[in-house]
């Protein structure tokens, strides 16, 4: 594996604020441990989405706690599976339930089912999420939380999902952002809360490029 070059030599700045110092610690793991992969793939199973770090996980879930503290968010919803983990640290944090969009419709989905389809820009394939309505109603302010954003299908299904619950959104909390290829920009543009982690807004096999926050 190359080890990253950091083209915005951010990574060595003493910061004081808390918020700016994890931002750095999160970026410092992808610089160390990410790999590129072919089609535009960052790879950080080793920390984020196989191998969990546990500690870091819970400072993420503390982190997008603190963004949102003022939003009255009531439910934090994600998509199975790899989402979990982070929204769960986050729910945790806000003392909240977290609800999960399921891929495939199960025997223990039920009555009213709130449906909406995702494209998988990792998989290359569409398929449909559901989620119970007896878990996301109309009295509810929902955060969704994901561990990546690339083109934003994802984001969208889920945001469609909230809709039609009727339910409010309070915004979206992500690990990493891949900003170059613009889905969490085109969504801020629609007047949403996108608050990213970490942003990656140029990605090489060799180098990374962090927008500053």
């Known amino acids: 594996m190359t080890p990253f070059c950091n083209n915005y030599n ?10 700016v110092i994890f931002i750095r610690t999160l970026e ?3 610089l160390a441990e990410g790999r590129v992969l072919p089609g535009e793939v ?15 996980i819970k400072e993420m879930g503390e982190e997008i706690a603190r ?3 003022c939003n009255n968010v009531t439910k934090v919803l994600t998509i ?14 806000m003392g909240l339930p ?10 223990n989905l039920s009555g009213n089912v ?19 309505a007896d878990y996301i109603t109309s009295d509810d302010t929902v955060l969704i939380v994901d561990d ?3 083109k934003g299908n994802a984001l969208i299904g889920l945001i469609e999902i909230v809709g039609k619950a009727g339910a409010k959104l309070a915004g979206c909390a992500i690990a990493i952002e891949k900003g170059f290829q613009g889905g969490g920009d085109s969504l801020r543009a629609k007047g949403i809360r996108v608050e990213s982690l970490a942003i990656i807004d140029k990605m090489t096999d060799d180098s990374l490029e962090f927008r500053p926050q």
């Open 10 to 19: 951010i990574i060595n700045v003493d910061y004081v604020l808390g918020e």
């Open 28 to 30: 410092q793991r992808i």
């Open 42 to 56: 960052l790879k950080v199973g080793s920390f984020l989405n196989q191998q969990i770090d546990t500690r870091l």
């Open 67 to 69: 963004l949102f503290a």
């Open 80 to 93: 199975e599976s790899s989402g979990i983990a982070i929204a769960y640290a986050a729910a945790e944090a």
């Open 98 to 107: 977290v609800v999960f969009a399921k891929k495939h419709s199960t025997s």
């Open 114 to 132: 709130l449906t909406s389809k995702v494209f998988s820009y990792t998989h290359q394939q569409t398929y449909d999420i559901f989620v119970s």
């Open 148 to 150: 990546f954003l690339a």
